[in-house]
């Protein structure tokens, strides 16, 4: 593994020295918030000590990339392929846009998760959430799938506005209660078997990076919200 000490160097000297490494392994001591990091990475395998700067692995497009801690906004920018992994939360509007690969966040993520997430042909993006998500989790979401497991949370793991403007995809909630105030483009009902069959092997891949194990997640179920293609976009519109 090549290690490359980040202190002293900007977000584009550190990208064109990843780039240029013979090192499939890549390991990046003392990030301090440097942007951009591993933007449209198709190969090698990054692990990051420190704290990554926004947009971390943008337009990602196969590599991996493992963060020893938390990261900041922006996260997955675009992704099209590929894994990021944290081992800490992460900030604002992971996986805006993705449409393809997955993030698995062990702890927390801020506002507008997954918003404007998408799914194309064979790509299908997929987060999973450890903790708790803010307000505006899947706003807009156009495909690809939202797991939250709440793990360490007494109410519902999701803030305000959960799924405003869904229109594809699915979010998993694991909670003994739905938000309060979902809105009405989201239809809500308990996981059937099919479903968690369909989730089993995501939460498998996820338990295998944070040490995880099925029983971890007895005791409360999960709901799936999915459009409701009887009523989109209803309480966008004023009436007439």
């Known amino acids: 593994m090549l290690t490359i000490q980040a202190s002293s160097r900007g977000y584009r000297e550190l990208n064109e020295a990843i780039t240029a490494a013979q090192d499939q392994d890549i390991l990046l001591e003392g990030v301090l918030g440097q942007r951009f990091l591993g933007a449209g990475l198709s190969e090698k395998s990054l692990t990051i000590h420190g704290i990554p700067g926004n947009a971390l692995g943008a337009y990602l497009d196969g590599a991996r990339i493992h963060v020893c801690g938390n990261a900041q906004d922006a996260t997955g920018d675009t992704m099209n392929d590929g894994q990021i992994i944290i081992d800490g939360s992460c900030g604002d509007a992971a996986g805006y846009a993705m449409r393809g690969g997955r993030i698995y966040i062990r702890g927390n993520a801020g506002y507008r998760a997954g918003i404007h997430m998408k799914a194309y042909q064979e ?105 409701n293609t009887q009523n989109p976009y209803h309480q966008l519109y004023t009436p007439n």
């Open 123 to 227: 790509k299908l993006p997929v987060m999973v959430i450890g903790g708790r998500a803010g307000s505006f989790l899947g706003e807009y979401q156009a495909g690809g799938i939202i797991i939250v497991l709440g793990l360490g949370e007494e109410g519902v793991p999701v803030g305000n506005f959960c799924g405003t403007g869904m229109h594809g995809g699915r979010i998993y909630l694991r909670t003994a209660s739905l938000p309060a105030d979902l809105p009405s483009q989201v239809a809500a009902r308990q996981a059937e078997p099919a479903d968690l069959e369909a989730i089993a092997p995501i939460l498998e891949d996820y338990g295998r990076h944070f040490g995880l194990a099925a029983q971890d997640l007895e005791g409360k179920p999960f709901y799936v919200l999915e459009p």
